[in-house]
């Protein structure tokens, strides 16, 4: 709202700045700016300020807002309404001090409608399945703004503060969540040597996480895409352990390998059985995945390492 935008003949915008008569004075002397009697000190008339009273207005719509959309919009809409006003002195008729009284009180009053109506909106995302990240960034930067505004600290707020700590102990922990499923899916075995072997109780210690994740009370728990991706990390992890056998396969096969050993039993001994020992050992009590991804894995696996033994066994 524009106050240039307020079209009204002048001696009418004048005259709505500063009346509504609610009684007759006494014979005393009438203060324009306060409507006060200086004889009998009652208040003859209150001043009607069109910009402070559609302000206002706009201040109790957004209560009515719907929750399913945020209103950050809205709120800095009337923010910028109020500064407005106030640099241009329309919210204290001409008086100085009764304009800061006016933006304070205003911001205030707006400060305590967006939060309580953010609260809720947050609330609406949180207890829905699906949170996308465009409504999480934003619940992440009006909760942010709203803790570190001045008005926060007010003694009247501590009620919407403990509501908004509730929300960023919710970002907290889907972050927590986000960082660990994204730090599975990067998580890459290494040493291809034949004495070394695939760190199963790291993967182990990483399943047991995903699990006590998606056991995690409260709100977080309706994140529908965070429990799909804490419930696939067995899954994850199991597919990063064929890749790894996959590559010492590959490593160790070709490249005329029989010529390095005199006998079959010496290349049996030194290379095959130590790596397909490592094949067979690959246990889905581990994993707990379906048997049928599970099996798929290990039948590829099984099948090209007995592949490159027969084709070296035949060439002794």
Known sequence: MKPEKIIFPAIIALAIAFFVIKA?????????????????SKRIFEIVNQY????????????DAPVNVFSAQTSKSIENDINDCYD???LGDGDESLNEMQKNRLSRNLFV?????????????????????????TIRTENRRLLNDPLMKLPDNDEPRKELQKIQEVLRQYDQMQAFVERCGRFR????ALDEYFPISSVQSMIDSAQRFRNTAGLIRNCSRLQTELANV????????????????????????????????QYMSAIYAPLNNQITALNNSVYNISQTSFNDGKTELTRRWQAEGTRVTNTF
């Open 189 to 192: 075995a290494s040493g291809y």
């Open 113 to 137: 409608a967006y939060a309580s109506k953010f609260i809720t909106q947050a609330e609406y995302v949180f207890r829905r399945s699906e949170w996308t990240p465009a409504a999480i960034s």
């Open 234 to 265: 067995p899954q994850v992890l199991f597919d990063e352990h064929v890749r790894y056998l996959k590559e010492k396969i590959r490593q160790n096969s070709g490249n005329r390998i029989e010529e390095k050993f005199e006998y079959q039993s």
């Open 52 to 63: 402070v009273d559609d302000i206002e207005r706009q201040i109790s719509e957004l209560g």
């Open 24 to 40: 007759r004075g006494c014979g005393g002397e009438i203060c324009d700016n306060c409507g006060v009697c200086s004889k009998c």
């Open 88 to 90: 241009r002195g329309f």
